[in-house]
């Protein structure tokens, strides 16, 4: 995860000048998202004070007429300006459209609301009361991608900047960013290894440098490979650069004995580049990256030379209420969900995603098929280049993560011509002209490495099971939601609304109830079982991770195995036992034996009671009498999983618990228990971590979740209260409706915080109910 360098700065002053080189080295990366003001109108005399990652608009739960139109942005700021130093400024994403003016002056208009874009500020700025002007506009432009309509389009964009803003200063000698220099297969750092053993892992390291000072510079690398278990350095060529010139530097690398990136151990190794001249270091940056062979065979998907089924989902990048500004360490929550959800792989749709959700993808070993932005949807000369730029500039950006392993250079269902597909490939070709690159495509085209249909794309009961083509792999973009949701009814998403079965599809909210919950399950189930039988398909991912927001409808997609909230549902629970019971995660991710009652057990409850579990046999007990002990309920909608449910046939409802004991070689391993709910008489609050603790430093946002329980804390599912949530503390605010009802027994808030140096206390409470506090420290 990312940080500012302020410390490493200090830290490496300290250490070098101690040594033999002298650092003239001042590269600095500050977070530039504080004491910025906003407003709707420029000719207002009110601008609110705000911190970036923002929303221009609070936008409420269910969003079915989001604002639009232009926006501003303002700071008043101070810098040092040195003597032989650069001052940039890096916008991580703004929507979707930006003219920046410093002190005055226009010095950008960007296009684009997913990628980043960097200013050259050096000659903009000065010591004193500078002011930095952000106008942002995210009205329908057909010019820039997705480039249709809002209102109808099936997921939502929202408006401002809403990602990170950072003021980065290097010496004039520097290492350059890699979108900023525009360059082909070129600017900043690439890393690629192309020769992997157990052995060694040989490839090269490409650093592109410029000399923006008056004279030249001879110039040569320091490189160090780090983890904690080794370090490799190696020394670059060294190179004259001329006064105003660049250079890109390759120097060859081979490491003994790596250790390789994967699923399970995804282990990374940090990347530092020294630029040296002479005796001083003029530059110095860090990256984290991975070592893994990926290999697309006739029989399948290989990584690290082992064969893998890939087991995935897709991901919005949207939160309730603040649209696309979450934090990085929002981001990496959603990561750690998806993994602890039993997935390897998360597909970006439909467009590129933030740094900070990749980052996070390396580090806790899922697998991405990065996208660029498109959904039904093919505009002019104008949309298409800047497509074609958004697949530049993505490649540039995201090379060097070792999670992603497809690129999708595709616009998602849109009806591409060959000569765009020709074109789109040709470019992610050039810029990453690397065996293994592999491209891929909705549209069964020859210059897509990989065919990657939804599962509705084709009919029932085999949809994609009977594809020959010898030449490509199969890989389920989509499955588990439309086929079900409107009976195979092609693309039309709109018209054919009144097809669905509400106790049949697979878009359920958690306040539907156990029965739909559980057919939701079931559909995923069944369409998992039948992916397995197509001998080409080389793995899927399911629609989809949560639930989301759409354009053009008044109601949330709700096919999320989790909800808005990103609360589980009983699908959560099903993917998770699909994960083998031998896999031994890290840094507290859910893994090895598992077991779940999908059953709340009360008078409504089904006497049919389904457990997910990766064990090889499981017992379940009714107040603790032996109801039976089974092994899965293998049938024509499971045979093929690796995992199949379990089934118990409880002869009559008893109020009490039920508990379930995973058994793998005739030892208990796990078990799971729930128990009757009495009625509601108090709250119980929950912040959601998610392995990641609040920001102290910077501006984070956390779902805070007030769960409505009985006198023995078991949760009341039907309980639906209205809660009111208020907090004291500052540096905090809470976002969302409130008071709001409970959903499924739980009650859910979100809680933005600036800087976390003080405690906060939160508070939910119902005048029926016990209320309930909680003291954040």
């Given at each position: ?93 703004v929507m ?29 700025v ?177 990584l ?37 959800a ?137 499955y ?27 878009r ?22 039948s ?15 949560f639930?989301y ?7 949330i ?20 036992s ?26 409504k ?68 228990w ?49 809660i ?45 109910l ?8």
């Open positions: 995860m990312k940080s500012t360098t302020i410390v490493l700065f200090i830290f490496s002053f300290l250490l070098f000048s101690c040594g033999k080189e002298t650092v003239n080295s001042n590269r600095m990366k500050i977070n530039f998202g504080s004491d910025w003001t906003f407003t709707k109108d420029s000719t207002s005399l009110h601008w609110e004070k705000i911190t970036i990652p923002h929303t221009a608009q609070i936008e409420p739960l269910v969003v079915n007429n989001q604002w639009q139109g232009d926006c501003w942005y303002q700071k008043q700021f101070d810098v040092e300006k040195i003597e032989n130093e650069k001052i940039f400024l890096n916008f991580e994403g979707h459209e930006a003219w920046v003016w410093i002190n005055g002056k226009l010095v950008i208009h960007h296009q684009g609301g997913y990628l980043p874009f960097t200013i050259d500020a050096t000659d903009w000065k010591e004193k009361d500078n002011t930095i002007i952000v106008k942002v506009n995210n009205e329908d432009n057909p010019q820039i991608p997705p480039g249709k309509t809002l209102k109808t389009l099936d997921f939502n964009y929202y408006g401002g900047i809403y990602r990170n803003v950072y003021l980065i200063k290097t010496n004039t000698v520097y290492i350059t960013d890699a979108v900023h220099t525009n360059q082909v297969n070129g600017g900043g750092i690439l890393v690629h290894f192309d020769e992997i053993s157990p052995e060694k892992a040989s490839g090269f390291i490409k650093v592109h440098v410029k000399n923006e000072s008056n004279e030249p510079k001879n110039v040569k690398l320091d490189i160090t490979f780090s983890n904690p278990n080794h370090t490799s350095t190696f020394t670059s060529k060294e190179v004259v650069i001329g006064s105003n010139a660049e250079e890109s530097i390759v120097t060859l690398l081979e490491i003994k004995h790596p250790e390789l990136w994967g699923i399970e151990q995804p282990n990374l190794y940090d990347v530092e580049v020294k630029v040296l001249s002479e005796k001083s270091v003029l530059d110095r940056q860090t990256l984290k990256t991975g070592i893994r062979k990926a290999a697309l065979k006739n029989d399948g998907f290989y690290n030379d082992e064969k893998l089924f890939i087991n995935g989902t897709n991901r919005h990048q949207e939160y309730p209420y603040i649209g696309y500004a979450l934090s990085d360490e929002a981001n990496y929550r959603d990561a750690v969900k998806i993994k602890n039993g997935f390897d792989f998360v597909r970006l749709s439909h467009y590129p995603q933030t740094e900070a959700f990749l980052n996070a993808c390396d580090e806790v070993g899922l697998l991405v098929m990065n996208c660029i932005s498109g959904w039904q949807f093919v505009g002019d000369e104008k949309f298409i280049e800047n497509s074609y730029q958004e697949i530049r500039d993505f490649s540039r950006r995201d090379r060097n993560h070792p999670s992603i392993i497809f690129w999708e250079v595709s616009l998602n269902e849109s009806d591409m011509k060959a000569a765009y597909m020709q074109k789109a490939n040709e470019i992610l070709r050039t810029e990453l002209p690397y065996v293994p690159i592999y491209t891929a495509g909705w549209i069964d085209n020859p210059n897509y490495d990989l065919f990657i249909p939804a599962r509705q794309h084709s009919k029932a009961p085999d949809y994609w099971n009977n594809y020959e083509n010898n030449n490509r792999k199969i890989f389920i973009a989509e588990g939601d439309w086929e079900y949701y409107a009976q195979n009814a092609g693309f039309n998403q709109t018209t054919f609304a009144n097809l669905k079965e509400e106790e049949r599809t697979s359920q909210l958690r306040s539907f109830g156990e029965k739909r919950l559980l057919q939701q399950a079931f559909n995923y189930q069944e369409a998992f079982n992916n397995l039988k197509g001998k080409h398909t080389i793995g899927q991912a399911n629609w989809l991770m639930d927001n759409r354009g053009y409808a008044d109601d997609e709700s096919s999320g195995i989790s909800d808005i909230f990103r609360i589980p549902k009983f699908a959560h629970y099903f993917y998770q699909q994960r083998s019971p031998s896999v031994k995660l890290k840094n507290n991710l859910v893994s090895g034996p598992m077991v779940y009652i999908a059953n709340y057990w009360n008078e409850s089904s006497l049919d009671v389904t457990v997910f579990s990766n064990c090889e046999e499981v017992a379940l007990y009714l107040n603790e009498v032996l109801i039976a002990k089974q092994k899965p309920l293998r049938n024509t909608f499971s045979e093929k999983l690796p995992h199949p449910p379990f089934v118990f046939t409880i002869p009559s409802f008893q109020k009490g618990n039920l508990r379930a004991e995973g058994i793998i070689n005739g030892k208990k391993v796990t078990e799971h729930v128990k009757s709910p009495e009625s509601a008489t108090a709250i119980q609050l929950v912040i959601d971590e998610s392995n990641v603790k609040i920001n102290p430093n910077h501006q984070d946002v956390v779902f805070v979740y007030a769960k409505i329980v009985d006198d023995n804390g078991t949760l009341v599912p039907d309980a639906n209260h209205e009111s949530f208020s907090l004291e503390g500052a540096q905090a605010e809470l976002i969302g409706q409130n008071p709001i009802a409970a959903e499924a027994g739980i009650a859910t808030i979100l809680l933005r915080t600036k800087q976390l140096k003080k405690p906060l206390q939160l508070k939910a409470q119902h005048s029926s016990k209320a309930a506090t909680l003291v954040l420290k």
